[in-house]
């Protein structure tokens, strides 16, 4: 049995769940099949003659639209419950329309199927630069989709990473348009090469949880920054990718919601880009009926709310034109026919097993090739077996709780997980010792302080509300504090969100000494021992974990309060210590890394939707372990799996970092192979890391997460790298920076022509050598610097390509830039336009190591 919820994190999170809940696989799947194969079964009297026919998509949805009622046609608009997919339209058996089936998701098919590959999170198919290898991810996508029943894939997520705090940064591409682009061209074009409709997402401006599907998370965002940075990936998913469906997104943008955004909706996406697909709301994303249809909203999900009888009491009245519902109804059908969907009626169920010993194999591919290596000191990578005798893993992410997927829509259900421990253990072979050590526990949640030590017990008084200042609504009593109440209520006359709680008591310490206490809570909580704060974790997050010490004398009782809110989601909280004088973790890690000649060491964050980042630090602890390891062991190697980017203060002490994202199932087996240089790791960062939060883009509290209801996009097109260039911030590391076990010269670049009229291509082309002793992949990158006057940031990616050489081999690469390399949006037509002028052409390996250099003149208008 299976419900229908969000997947769940690795340490048993969950993340946002959606509106729909609670169906049981059995009763879901049993419909889901009779309807799908009633719907989509020609009838053989031709009473649907449209099926099987040869004329052109639109021409048999005009078709079907003839026979519609107005009851066929509000049936086709909005979301129905009772199915074992996130969103599911019914079909239609008198008109042979078959059910519609969406299912997430970005890394693989999502929503707790099972049965399914967990890939490497998109960040990670992002850094390794490779439209090819995205296509490979989305023909995995594609595939177990369809075996899965499901007919309309909900990703990819190609919003702009604009802050490192984002929750769904792991489940986005980049910070650059251009490189999201191809990316996601690539994969969409896989995707629907398999017969499943891509459904890209979240259009538009949609870069940050907090305020979420409310009015408060309002982007006020110029124009011209839209068209330069927030949308063109949109534009090339229709263009190149030729993707069937849009998701609007849960953002206000500028003032209007996503879906109900004359500007975004019918301006852009259908006057200036001309998509003929259908677009659907994000889940409760619709806030309107006669706004969102008149505005160009196809589809409502997951249910009807707007698009129901709402909506059908509007067509009647008259407020929303029949045509209106119509123009609707033919973008859904139309794709339909486009896919073939009426013809070949779905044949998988979600209770397939659709993962293969194939689709594991491009797991792990994508995890080895978009692996970034950060550091590489005195050459300890690639470790070498033959001198190499002893390896110490290390950290929580190295065992059980590898960190292999991000969490919400995104998180998918691996079939296992090749631990880092297992792969390394399994590739070092029996001549080297391969030992592990926790060196933390898991997301630094101490172990639950007993119920021994609580002396009397534990009072609870629950409130409604999340300031525990309304009156009590229930009380009861407690041994100890260590619930997970996974987003259901706490005990009758209580609701499931929006309560708060407190537990008072006395704690009777059993040594004298320094006693850490750990407080982990989804949403916030806060500990009190004798009436002072000792630890706040006030706030509205996905579970986190804060630790503070005290000194405390045995058998010498004082009072403890502990207080805990939820506001949504997912609730859970867990008191934990650590008892003067118990050996910790870390020292066991201390003195394992000591004996061994290289220790490995696992840190990770973790990302969820529904909730931002606090911050972009690993946390204290794992920043502790790392320098007491590095202190203990010369040769340590700090091995990165994050969504996004993170502030490393121990740099300077660790001979080499590897970012390696949120990996998937094939975990253990990617980093063995990097580790030992079986693979040449070749990804480059799709995002820039900055040395402190203060250097971001989006520092300031007007920018990020908005002050007054407004979020103030006011760094204008200077996001991501742009912006580090613009302001002459060196960052930690830059956009496209990543090293290799083996190095590279470019040489002899030419631009062709050297004067060039819009509209003309631009060929560019470079030899690329490798010089070193290994054979691996390089990624060439082509930035644009326009003429100052344009106003544009100093230089901008325009085209890339990576490229496999064996040592001492040369290749040429040619590459062309197209008029939209050069061209800036015009505020005062609303048009884009290249600007006259010399435009320096820079080549090069990251966004600041550009070492070829040519000039061209651009004749534009
Ligand atoms: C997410 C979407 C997702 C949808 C359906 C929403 O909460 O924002 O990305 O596709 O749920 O699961």
């Given at each position: 049995?299976?419900?229908?919820?969000?997947g769940?994190?690795?340490?048993g999170?969950?993340?946002?769940p959606?509106?729909?809940?609670a169906?049981?696989?059995?009763?879901?799947?049993?419909?889901?099949?009779?309807t799908s194969?009633?719907?989509?079964?020609?009838?053989?009297?031709?009473?649907c003659p449209?099926?099987?026919q040869k004329?052109?998509?639109a021409?048999?949805?005009?078709?079907?639209?003839?026979?519609m009622?107005?009851?066929d046609?509000?049936?086709?608009?909005?979301g129905?419950?009772?199915?074992?997919?996130?969103?599911?339209i019914?079909?239609?058996?008198?008109?042979?329309?078959?059910?519609?089936?969406?299912?997430?998701g970005p890394?693989?098919?999502?929503?707790?199927?099972?049965g399914v590959?967990?890939?490497?999170?998109?960040?990670a198919?992002?850094?390794?630069?490779?439209?090819?290898l995205?296509?490979?991810y989305g023909?995995?996508?594609?595939?177990?989709?369809?075996?899965?029943?499901?007919?309309?894939?909900?990703?990819?997520?190609?919003?702009?990473?604009?802050?490192?705090?984002?929750?769904?940064?792991f489940?986005?591409?980049s910070?650059?348009?251009?490189?999201t682009?191809?990316?996601?061209?690539?994969?969409?074009?896989a995707?629907?090469?398999?017969?499943?409709?891509?459904?890209?997402?979240?259009?538009?401006?949609?870069?940050?949880?907090?305020?979420?599907?409310?009015?408060?998370d309002?982007?006020?965002?110029?124009?011209?920054?839209?068209?330069?940075?927030?949308?063109?990936?949109?534009?090339?998913?229709?263009?190149?990718?030729?993707?069937?469906?849009i998701?609007?997104?849960?953002?206000?943008?500028?003032?209007?919601?996503?879906?109900?955004?004359?500007?975004?909706?019918?301006?852009?996406?259908?006057?200036?880009?001309?998509?003929?697909?259908?677009?659907t709301?994000d889940?409760?994303?619709?806030?309107?009926?006669?706004p969102?249809?008149?505005?160009g909203?196809?589809m409502?999900?997951?249910?009807?709310?707007?698009?129901?009888s709402?909506?059908?009491?509007?067509?009647?009245?008259?407020q929303?034109?029949?045509?209106?519902l119509?123009?609707?109804?033919?973008?859904?059908?139309?794709?339909?026919?486009r896919f073939?969907?009426?013809?070949?009626?779905?044949?998988?169920?979600?209770?397939?097993?659709?993962?293969s010993?194939?689709?594991?194999?491009?797991a792990?591919?994508?995890?080895?090739?978009?692996?970034?290596?950060?550091?590489?000191?005195g050459?300890?990578?690639?470790?070498?077996?033959?001198?190499?005798?002893?390896?110490?893993v290390?950290?929580?992410?190295?065992?059980?709780?590898a960190?292999?997927?991000?969490?919400?829509?995104?998180?998918?259900?691996a079939?296992?997980?090749?631990?880092?421990?297992?792969?390394?253990?399994?590739?070092?072979?029996?001549?080297?010792?391969?030992?592990?050590?926790?060196?933390?526990y898991?997301q630094g949640?101490?172990?639950a302080?007993?119920?021994?030590?609580?002396?009397?017990?534990?009072?609870?008084?629950?409130?409604?509300?999340?300031?525990?200042?309304?009156?009590?609504?229930?009380?009861?009593?407690?041994?100890?504090?260590?619930?997970n109440?996974k987003?259901?209520?706490?005990?009758s006359g209580?609701?499931?969100?929006?309560?708060?709680?407190?537990?008072?008591?006395?704690?009777?310490?059993?040594?004298?000494?320094?006693?850490?206490?750990?407080?982990t809570?989804?949403?916030?909580?806060?500990?009190?021992?004798?009436?002072?704060?000792?630890?706040?974790?006030?706030g509205?997050?996905?579970?986190?974990?804060?630790?503070?010490?005290i000194?405390?004398?045995?058998?010498?009782?004082?009072n403890?309060?502990?207080?805990?809110?939820?506001?949504?989601?997912?609730?859970?909280?867990?008191?934990?210590?650590?008892?003067?004088?118990?050996?910790?973790?870390k020292?066991?890690?201390v003195?394992l890394?000591?004996?061994?000649?290289?220790?490995?060491?696992?840190?990770?964050?973790?990302?969820?939707?529904?909730?931002?980042?606090?911050?972009?630090?690993?946390?204290?602890?794992?920043n502790?372990?790392?320098?007491?390891?590095?202190?203990?062991?010369?040769n340590?190697?700090?091995?990165?799996?994050?969504?996004?980017?993170?502030?490393?203060?121990?740099?300077?002490?660790?001979?080499?970092?590897?970012?390696?994202?949120?990996?998937?199932?094939?975990?253990?087996n990617?980093?063995?192979?990097?580790?030992?240089?079986?693979?040449?790791?070749?990804?480059?960062?799709p995002v820039?890391?900055?040395?402190?939060?203060?250097q971001?883009p989006a520092?300031?509290?007007?920018?990020?997460?908005g002050?007054?209801?407004?979020?103030?996009?006011?760094?204008?097109?200077?996001v991501?790298?742009?912006?580090?260039d613009?302001?002459?911030?060196?960052p930690?590391?830059?956009?496209?920076y990543?090293?290799?076990y083996t190095?590279f010269?470019?040489?002899?670049?030419?631009?062709?022509p050297?004067?060039v009229?819009?509209?003309?291509?631009v060929?560019?082309?470079?030899?690329?050598?490798?010089?070193g002793?290994?054979?691996g992949?390089?990624?060439?990158?082509?930035?644009?610097?326009?003429?100052?006057?344009?106003?544009?940031p100093?230089?901008?990616?325009?085209?890339?390509?990576?490229?496999?050489?064996?040592?001492?081999q040369?290749?040429?690469?040619?590459?062309?830039?197209?008029?939209?390399?050069?061209?800036?949006?015009?505020?005062?037509?609303q048009t884009?336009?290249?600007?006259?002028?010399?435009?320096?052409?820079?080549?090069?390996d990251?966004?600041?190591?550009?070492?070829l250099?040519?000039?061209?003149?651009?004749?534009?208008?």
């Open positions: 049995m299976r419900i229908i919820a969000r769940r994190a690795p340490d999170r969950r993340g946002q959606v509106a729909m809940l169906a049981t696989l059995l009763a879901a799947a049993v419909l889901t099949l009779v194969l009633a719907g989509a079964r020609p009838t053989g009297d031709n009473s449209w099926v099987g004329a052109s998509p021409r048999r949805a005009h078709e079907v639209l003839r026979h009622t107005l009851d046609k509000i049936a086709l608009v909005h129905a419950g009772g199915s074992a997919y996130v969103g599911h019914p079909a239609n058996e008198r008109l042979c329309i078959p059910a519609l089936n969406l299912e997430d890394a693989g098919v999502a929503d707790g199927m099972t590959t967990q890939l490497p999170a998109p960040v198919v992002a850094a390794s630069w490779d439209p090819k995205a296509a490979g023909e995995v996508i594609g595939s177990e989709e369809a075996g899965k029943g499901a007919n309309v894939n909900l990703g990819p997520t190609i919003n702009i990473v604009r802050d490192p705090r984002w929750g769904r940064a489940e986005s591409f910070e650059d348009p251009y490189l682009g191809e990316l996601a061209a690539s994969e969409i074009r995707v629907q090469h398999q017969g499943v409709i891509s459904q890209v997402k979240h259009y538009a401006v949609y870069n940050q949880e907090t305020y979420r599907n409310t009015p408060q309002d982007a006020i965002v110029s124009r011209r920054a839209m068209h330069e940075i927030y949308l063109p990936a949109f534009q090339q998913a229709i263009d190149e990718g030729h993707v069937g469906s998701m609007c997104s849960y953002s206000t943008v500028n003032g209007e919601y996503a879906c109900q955004n004359r500007y975004l909706l019918k301006k852009v996406l259908r006057n200036e880009w001309g998509f003929k697909g259908f677009v709301s889940w409760g994303a619709t806030h309107s009926t006669v969102s249809a008149r505005a909203l196809d409502e999900m997951p249910d009807g709310t707007y698009y129901g709402a909506l059908e009491q509007a067509v009647e009245e008259g929303v034109s029949e045509k209106t119509d123009r609707m109804v033919l973008h859904i059908l139309t794709q339909m026919f073939g969907l009426f013809d070949h009626p779905a044949r998988g169920n979600p209770d397939a097993t659709v993962t010993p194939a689709h594991a194999k491009v792990r591919e994508v995890a080895e090739q978009g692996s970034v290596l950060l550091k590489n000191e050459g300890l990578l690639p470790l070498d077996a033959s001198r190499v005798h002893s390896i110490a290390i950290g929580p992410g190295g065992g059980s709780q960190m292999t997927s991000g969490g919400g829509s995104a998180q998918v259900q079939p296992y997980v090749i631990t880092p421990y297992q792969g390394i253990s399994e590739r070092a072979g029996s001549g080297v010792k391969v030992r592990y050590a926790e060196g933390l898991p949640q101490l172990p302080v007993p119920a021994s030590a609580f002396g009397s017990g534990l009072e609870v008084t629950y409130y409604g509300g999340t300031d525990l200042s309304g009156n009590p609504i229930a009380t009861g009593e407690a041994s100890n504090i260590d619930y109440w987003g259901s209520s706490p005990t209580v609701p499931a969100t929006d309560w708060s709680a407190s537990w008072s008591g006395t704690l009777i310490p059993p040594k004298t000494g320094t006693y850490t206490f750990s407080l809570s989804d949403d916030g909580s806060r500990l009190y021992i004798d009436g002072k704060e000792l630890i706040n974790n006030w509205d997050h996905a579970a986190t974990t804060k630790t503070a010490r000194q405390l004398t045995a058998g010498q009782q004082v403890i309060r502990v207080e805990y809110y939820q506001a949504g989601g997912d609730s859970s909280l867990s008191l934990g210590w650590q008892v003067p004088g118990s050996t910790s973790p020292q066991q890690a003195e890394a000591k004996k061994s000649d290289v220790a490995v060491v696992f840190a990770d964050k973790y990302e969820s939707e529904g909730s931002d980042l606090q911050d972009i630090s690993l946390g204290s602890d794992q502790r372990l790392i320098s007491a390891i590095a202190k203990a062991n010369p340590t190697i700090v091995v990165l799996n994050t969504g996004s980017a993170v502030t490393m203060p121990w740099i300077d002490r660790v001979k080499g970092v590897l970012e390696a994202w949120y990996p998937g199932q094939e975990d253990g990617a980093i063995a192979a990097l580790l030992f240089g079986d693979v040449n790791p070749s990804g480059k960062l820039t890391f900055p040395k402190n939060l203060a971001v520092h300031t509290p007007a920018r990020w997460p002050v007054d209801g407004k979020v103030h996009y006011s760094e204008g097109l200077d991501g790298y742009r912006w580090y613009e302001k002459n911030l060196e930690l590391f830059p956009f496209g990543g090293l290799s190095t010269r470019l040489s002899h670049l030419t631009v062709t050297e004067k009229h819009t509209g003309h291509k060929r560019i082309r470079v030899r690329v050598t490798n010089t002793s290994r054979p992949d390089e990624v060439v990158q082509v930035y644009v610097a326009d003429p100052q006057r344009t106003g544009e100093p230089r901008q990616l325009r085209a890339f390509e990576k490229i496999h050489l064996r040592p001492g040369s290749k040429r690469v040619s590459m062309s830039l197209t008029r939209r390399a050069f061209a800036v949006w015009d505020g005062s037509t884009w336009k290249v600007p006259d002028g010399a435009y320096r052409i820079l080549v090069g990251s966004s600041r190591n550009l070492p250099e040519a000039s061209i003149q651009v004749e534009g208008q």
